[in-house]
Nanobody
Framework: QVQLVESGGGSVQPGGSLELSCVAS????????MAWYRQPPGQERELVAT???????AYADFVQGRFTISRDDAKNMVFLQMHSLKPEDTAFYYC???????????????WGQGTRVIVSS
């Protein structure tokens, strides 16, 4: 099995910054793309950013240049640097990984448990 564990959430004032981290562990051969999703209170889960390689990444429109996604394949980690945070960024943030293993017919998707981000004055 594969586990994803997020960290780095917390409370911050508007305009502040946070960096989220997610590490994948378990038995697998490689990770295709990784992503961050979020679920604001009372809303559906939505994509924040996705990364396949350093040259192949994408962001949701609401990011507006404030967030940066990156990954460290040697450590099986993905990061989300968040700056200029707004109250509407308040949400649970979830890590996502599309994982490959030679014994699987196809890749499998795994999710972390989420880390809470609160942006409030």
């Amino acid at each position: 099995q594969v586990q994803l564990v997020e960290s780095g959430g917390g409370s911050v004032q508007p305009g502040g910054s946070l960096e989220l981290s997610c590490v994948a562990s378990g038995s697998f051969d490689s990770i295709n793309h990784m992503a961050w999703y979020r679920q604001p209170p009372g809303q559906e889960r939505e994509l924040v950013a996705t990364i396949a390689t350093a040259d192949n990444l994408a962001y949701a429109d609401f990011v507006q240049g404030r967030f940066t996604i990156s990954r460290d394949d040697a450590k099986n980690m993905v990061f989300l640097q968040m700056h200029s945070l707004k109250p509407e960024d308040t949400a649970f943030y979830y890590c996502y990984a599309d994982v490959r293993r030679s014994t699987w017919l196809s890749s499998r998707v795994f999710w972390g448990q989420g880390t809470r981000v609160i942006v409030s004055s």
